[in-house]
């Protein structure tokens, strides 16, 4: 098993900064590849960004690129996502995921562990 546990969500105004932080355990964190998902009020959940075993790949949405950046420190076995230049369309509970395969995250948009969420609100 793999526990997942999100941090740093908040209230910003429209074109602030936030950094999500995701903590793992229980398993070999560098054996993973890690992802953001995120879900709106009323709105399906959706991919955000991924990263590879050793972070040297990166995948955003389209929605995101440009602004987010996510990095991990597989030392200190954690993700991170820096959110910058934040919009109201940006509002919903950010999910941490991990997955034995890069694929899993960026072509099914699926994880085989997720967290349990973090809130960031924007307003405008």
């Known amino acids: 098993q793999m526990q997942l546990v999100e941090s740093g969500g908040g209230l910003v105004q429209a074109g602030g900064s936030l950094r999500l932080s995701c903590a793992a355990s229980?398993?070999?964190?560098?054996?993973?590849?890690m992802g953001w998902f995120r879900q709106g009020p009323g709105k399906e959940r959706e991919f955000v960004a991924a990263?590879?075993?050793?972070?040297?790949?990166?995948v955003y949405a389209d929605s995101v690129k440009g602004r987010f950046t996510i990095s991990r420190d597989n030392a200190k076995n954690t993700v991170y996502l820096q959110m910058n230049s934040l919009k109201p369309d940006d509002t919903a509970a950010y999910y941490c995921?991990?997955?034995?395969?890069?694929?899993?995250?960026?072509?099914?948009?699926?994880?085989?562990?997720w967290g349990q969420g973090t809130q960031v609100t924007v307003s405008s």
């Open positions: 995921a991990a997955a034995s395969a890069f694929i899993t995250i960026v072509r099914t948009r699926a994880a085989d562990y």
């Open positions: 229980g398993r070999t964190f560098s054996s993973y590849a």
């Open positions: 990263i590879t075993l050793s972070g040297g790949t990166t």
